[in-house]
């Protein structure tokens, strides 16, 4: 059986994190310049006029915007199939590996950079990242989960 990734909701989820990630930094590299110019406003923005501001923030955001729709096409292609004696899926790299179940030695949780997932490891078999934003996720775990030792879900 396939399991397809909701990408409509991983977009939305990855612009806001991308968004929040680089308009953080760049108040973080702001607050560090106007700190290092011993908190002299005209030294530190010298060269940023007002108006700049907001469209430094709107190209932040629109760039993640589409950042983030490459990425959850990309993540699209991370359909699960699951047969009854094997999962299939993307690993880490985006290569597509295939799982035996009775192979399958532990499930666990991935959380780096926005991209949330849970893991299939199959040990000698590699590993298969499933996105939470796949459908029918909770079938897919409770499924796997008759089939490994450890479980950290």
């Known amino acids: ?20 990630i680089l308009c953080l930094g760049f108040i973080g590299f702001l607050a560090i310049e106007y700190i290092s110019n011993d908190f002299d ?14 469209l430094w923030f709107l190209g932040f955001a629109l760039g993640s915007i589409c950042l983030a729709f490459l990425m ?4 699209k ?5 699951l047969s009854d004696n094997s999962i299939s899926g993307l690993n880490y790299w985006y290569k597509r590996k295939t799982i035996p179940l009775n192979q399958i030695e532990s499930l666990y949780r991935y959380n780096e950079s926005g991209v949330k997932a849970i ?13 939470t934003h796949t459908n029918g996720l909770n079938d897919i775990i409770n499924i796997l989960s008759n089939h490994c030792s450890t479980d950290d879900i």
């Not at 893991?119 to 298969?128: L, W, Y």
């Open 77 to 81: 292609l991370a359909t699960i199939e």
């Open 41 to 54: 406003y005209e030294g530190t923005f010298k060269n940023i006029r007002p108006i700049d501001l907001p």
């Open 119 to 131: 893991v299939v490891d199959g040990g000698e078999f590699g590993k298969v990242y499933i996105s």
């Open 72 to 75: 959850a096409i990309l993540l």
């Open 1 to 20: 059986m396939k399991y397809p990734v909701n990408w409509q909701s991983l977009w939305k989820s990855l612009s806001i994190a991308f968004t929040r």
